[in-house]
């Protein structure tokens, strides 16, 4: 059977296995297979065969289709039609649906509870996760983990399954119920796609069961909605199962009648991808994971299934309104971005400690904030860091950098942390992380962008095996300077154009690229700061940009020299990539970029001096960065356009800097501060400490051939 | 599917005869034949409809009466459960529904499932067709969902374990068995072997499911029918099922051995089933499998031969000639079960008992 199958990319990750993309050879069709490894499950072998059984005797344009399992050494495979088009839920990142696209989401969604209902099938766990569509816009309901196949379509049932937003009260209340349990689902689920959450979703799911029976039924509110959709979800939304409409009965209702074409879905199909297309494709697309993740509920909470719910509706919220007051601060607080500026002195370096300036403060707060909202997340979602994490990460905007090594604090850990799980990397040592080999390792140096995934680190520490006693990789100078670009100027950058972004998607886009880049400088400031020079340098090859961006540059200029004529031309530059910003920006915002690539240039046979000795013998390893040609982005490569808004955003970050200091002096002040100067006295460390990594590089690699 | 029922439905007689000729005439002709599929996919809607109701609409008890005695009368059960395969996907499911539906139909005020009852009595090949939907995938489902649900009564077990082939093709009568003869091997019952060894998982599955149903529904049948079949049992489950191909088959079988032997009403089978060295050696395999979930099942099995106070003196030799082996091996055997307090304590339990082990076998006391 399994010969019959050609698998290509993996779709997506959760608890349960891995789902690919395949092709089926006889018929040449693209088909969804899941690998569920069934050595991984205890008990739950009959409870897969159930949903395999159910699955398997459906068979509705509105059902996602079960194509055939069969079993390959110790996994399963169960082959799926493949729907391209994404889950409900992943089509609301880039906000909430219309109130077009809701009614023909829910006439779709009808018609296939209707098939179910007739067949004595209860899904109960209808929402916009398990809404998943075809590329060209059919929806289809998927996710069989907790429906139940009735002996007689008017039995009833007790078991207590579902996910809590969504749950009718007489689930919740266990005293039996039916099908209609689908039908108050369905109206959750058009609030969802409504507000782009269900209601209450920023309540602990637990108190939300003692809610939801108490409380009136929720209702659709809202000028910019009709009356006949207030109404539809008023039906659906009847807290007495026995007047609530039946699926049949709502197919008739008139905001269901007068929903358009399926084909329209594809807007929102295609919305998606353009949204994807946007931030970065690091993380390659991954249509079916929502979903995948969903389906095996039971497998690590048996009948609770809170983890799909709580991290992304809840927790990008609160993170998106907390994270733009901080966000504001470096542009409103002028004169003590200025003030810290003037104070700088070497403990401001990226590895000193800045105590008296008010920004590190804020950032401190706040993250220490923030990981308690992570902890929450935890508590409420179990234990699977994949499955969470995969459904978790990008939905935080700026969420990462300041619980990582962004705050001022003086040592950096060089440790791994999953993202799922922040706050250990506040303290010092982090007790409860245990060695886990991992093939992931080979990412801990990201490899060129687009083949690095930095939001899906595994739990790995590689810091584990080695002397932990000298995080190795910040002393090297240009982990210096990466980390310094980040500090200094990269962070601020990002959370201004966040905080200037416009639309949502933009800034949840933003946001997912300062994440990624937070993760970078996190693990590996070194690499981080030769991709910015390789950047800079590409950047400088191409006049047309160069000019534009402010950065032209004449093959051998001393870097004061052309700092000062860059800057004249910086005035017009930024409105071309001004994605994330449109303001106008003083001249001397491009100095202190152009000075930092400048002085990078300065520095460079230094860098190839020191890069040889580890770099060589390690050759395999996540060195590559180094290498120029791996770094080449082309033209129409996507972190090319990030590194463009980047770059505008970089301008609109830096201007406050000019705003206390004229030029000149402002810029002496700051030269001395450069990495190039620091680092002459710590050329030889330096190298001292390259070998030292070289060594605990390789001691990795033994661990991990992989790698 | 309103364009179904425009028509004037059809009287309960007319449906069911329309559906028995074209049963005769799908099972006749080799060639697929749309229009009969379609006219029996409507009659089958709508005599399930007829005994279930819809989500709507409730049941005519008089019309249910009516059908269910037509049903029976005409013997449709006997074409639908032969014919099953070759209906479309959608009146699998509806047939299904029927047979359910007339399984479980009770006259209001009786408590006799009548329809089963004349099943039983006079119609026992209609489970023996049922057994046979494993042969195709299409029908496996189906078949198996009405089996299990009649598994409830002892008697359809019954007619499952104790079938033998006849020439005339006839069922046997329960009245005329005899427990006391070992069977022949050659009933239905044996065929589930092949049909979950063999079968595509789906169907695998479910002929296992109901297979563990037929062996641990009604202790008392099954105890004696294990203990006068036990060899031909034993055998077939150690080779076929227990040394399978296929993990999924493997894991199941030996997990179902364990709960078979552990169960109170299997006791004398389970004595005997531990005395034997070739037993132990099967299992002990296990143990080393390199699959976790095997030595984990496995180990459920073994914990019986050493715990059993009156070993064998095959399974004494065996054990004590692997003594340091086993007290090497089992301090370490799936040491990560840390949450498991059963396993720990039993497994620290089988060390101590096979420390105490004597250094050479003596007798049991009392032969089991």
């Known amino acids: 059977m399994a010969e019959n199958y050609q698998v290509l990319e993996e779709l997506g990750s959760g608890s349960f296995g891995k789902v690919y993309k395949a092709i089926d050879k006889t018929t040449g069709a693209i088909v969804a297979i899941k690998h569920i490894d069934l050595e991984d499950t205890n008990d739950e072998l009959a409870d897969i065969q159930g949903e395999i059984a159910l699955l398997s005797t459906c068979n509705s344009p509105y059902v996602a289709q079960y194509i055939t399992s069969f079993v390959k050494g110790v996994k399963l495979w169960i082959v799926m039609e493949y729907l391209g088009g994404g889950s409900c839920l992943d089509l609301l990142k880039p906000g909430p649906f219309t109130e077009a696209h809701i009614a023909i989401v829910c006439r779709e969604l009808l018609l296939g509870l209707d098939y179910l209902h007739t067949s004595g099938k209860i899904h109960r766990d209808i929402k916009a996760a398990n809404t998943l569509l075809c590329q060209s816009g059919q929806v289809k309901l998927a996710d069989f983990g907790v429906a139940a196949q009735l002996t007689n379509i008017k039995s009833q ?22 099908y209609k349990a689908d039908i108050w689902s369905l109206g959750i689920t058009a609030l969802e796609l409504a507000y782009g959450q269900p209601p209450n979703a920023d309540i602990h799911p637990m108190k939300v069961l003692f809610i939801i029976p108490k409380n009136p039924a929720p209702r659709l509110e809202g000028d910019n909605w009709s009356k006949t959709f207030k109404d539809f979800v008023a039906h659906c939304l009847i807290k007495d199962p026995d007047r609530r409409a039946t699926a049949k009965e709502l197919l008739e209702h008139k905001f269901i009648k007068r929903a358009g074409r399926v084909e329209a879905m594809r807007e929102m199909v295609e919305r998606k991808q353009m949204f994807d297309a946007h931030p970065e494709s690091t993380t390659h697309p991954k249509y079916y994971e929502e979903t995948m993740i969903d389906l095996s509920p039971r497998s690590e909470q048996d009948e609770w299934i ?37 104070k700088m002195d070497l403990n401001a370096a990226p590895l000193g400690t800045v105590t008296d300036s008010p920004i590190p403060e804020a950032r401190r707060r706040s993250s220490s904030r923030k990981s308690s909202a992570a902890t929450a997340i935890r508590v409420s979602s179990g234990n699977t860091p994949t499955a969470r994490r995969v459904s978790n990460v990008p939905k935080q905007p700026l969420g990462l950098d300041l619980s990582f090594g962004n705050s001022p604090s003086t040592v950096r850990h060089f440790k791994r942390v999953p993202s799922g799980e922040r706050r250990p990397a506040l303290c010092p040592n982090p007790p409860s992380n245990s060695f886990h080999p991992n093939p992931q390792a080979r990412t801990f140096r990201p490899s060129p962008p687009n083949s690095a995934h930095p939001l899906d680190v595994e739990t790995n520490n590689e810091n584990e095996p080695p002397a932990l006693e000298y995080p190795p990789t910040p002393i090297t100078k240009d982990a210096l300077y990466g980390r310094r670009a980040y500090n200094k100027v990269l962070d601020s950058v990002f959370q201004e154009a966040y905080a200037d972004s416009g639309s949502p998607h933009q800034r949840d886009a933003m946001g997912k690229l300062q994440q990624a880049w937070a993760h970078l400088d996190q693990v590996d400031p070194h690499g981080e700061f030769l991709l910015l020079k390789a950047m800079v340098d590409r950047l400088q090859g191409d006049s047309k940009l160069a000019n534009a961006l402010g950065i032209a540059i004449s093959p051998a200029p001393t870097p004061a020299k052309h700092n000062t004529k860059a800057s004249e031309t910086s005035l017009s530059g930024t409105t071309i990539h001004g994605t994330g910003t449109t303001r106008l920006h003083r001249s001397n915002t491009t100095t202190q970029s152009v000075t930092k690539s400048s002085s990078d240039l300065s520095s460079t046979p230094s860098v190839t001096r020191e890069s040889t000795p580890f770099s060589t013998p390690l050759s395999t390893t996540s060195q590559s960065p180094v290498k120029g040609p791996k770094l080449i982005l082309a033209q129409n490569n996507p972190h090319l356009k990030s590194h463009r808004r980047r770059q505008s955003a970089f301008v609109g970050g830096e201007k406050i800097f000019g705003a206390g200091l004229d030029d000149g002096r ?42 | 599917m309103a364009f179904l029922f425009r028509n004037r439905p059809k009287s309960n007689a007319e449906v069911t ?73 959608e009146s699998r499911k509806d047939a299904q529904i029927i047979f359910s539906s007339a399984f479980r139909y009770k006259q209001p005020g009786y408590a006799d499932p009548e329809v089963l009852r004349h099943v039983i009595q006079n119609r026992p090949e209609i489970i023996i067709s049922l057994c046979h939907g494993y042969d195709r995938r299409e029908s496996a489902l189906p078949c198996g ?47 589930y072997f092949d049909w979950i060894d063999k079968s595509a998982f789906e169907v695998s599955a479910d002929a296992f499911n109901t297979f563990r149903d037929i062996l641990t529904k009604h202790k008392q049948l099954v105890a004696t029918y294990l203990q006068t079949n036990f060899e031909t049992f034993f055998t077939k489950y150690n080779y076929v099922l227990i040394q399978s191909e296929s993990y999924v088959t493997k894991r199941q079988s030996i997990k179902l051995l364990g709960e078979i032997l552990l169960d109170r009403a299997n006791y004398t089978v389970m004595t005997t089933y531990v005395e034997s060295g070739e037993n132990l050696k099967i299992i002990m395999k296990l143990l080393r499998d390199d699959r976790r979930m095997i030595n984990y ?46 396993f720990i304590d039993e497994k620290s339990f089988l060390i101590r008992q096979i420390e105490q082990l004597p250094s050479t076998p003596i007798p049991p006391s009392t032969p089991a």
């Open chain 2, 297 to 342: 099942e496995g180990f459920h099995v073994f914990k019986v031969f050493v715990a059993n106070p009156n070993k064998s003196l095959a399974v004494q030799k065996i054990l004590i000639s692997n003594r340091e082996k086993l007290l090497r091996f089992l301090p370490d055997f799936l040491s990560d079960r840390t949450e498991d307090d059963q």
């Open chain 1, 157 to 178: 049932r007790m078991t207590f399954v579902g996910t809590p937003f969504w749950m009718a009260p007489e689930v919740i209340q266990e005293a039996g119920y039916d």
């Open chain 1, 306 to 342: 809170f983890d799909t719910v709580k991290p992304g509706t809840v927790a990008t919220r609160r993170h998106t309104a907390k994270r733009r007051k901080t966000a504001r601060i470096p542009s409103t607080d002028a004169a003590a971005v200025a003030s810290m500026m003037q």
């Open chain 1, 666 to 707: 402002g810029w002496g002040l700051d030269e001395k501060k450069l990495p190039g100067h620091v680092e002459k006295g710590m050329e030889q460390q330096g190298l001292l400490a390259d070998i030292l990594y070289g060594q605990w590089i390789q001691g990795l690699k033994s661990r991990w051939p992989v790698a």
């Open chain 2, 17 to 89: 005869r329309s559906t028995k000729d074209l049963l005769l005439k799908l099972s006749e002709e080799q060639r697929p034949n749309p229009k009969a599929e379609e006219e029996l996919t409507r009659n089958l809607q709508q005599m399930k409809i007829t005994l279930q109701g819809t989500l709507e609409a409730e049941i005519n008890q008089q019309l249910v009466f009516e059908l269910v005695n037509l049903i029976v009368n005409e013997d449709l059960l006997y074409l639908l459960a032969n014919n099953i395969h070759r209906l479309p996907f």
């Open chain 2, 145 to 191: 969902g009405v089996l299990r649900e009649a598994l409830k009564f002892d008697a359809i077990a019954a007619l499952i374990l104790y079938d033998e082939p006849s020439p005339d093709g006839k069922c046997r009568d329960l009245g005329t068995v005899n427990p006391d003869l070992p069977s022949s091997g050659e009933g239905v019952f044996w065929q």
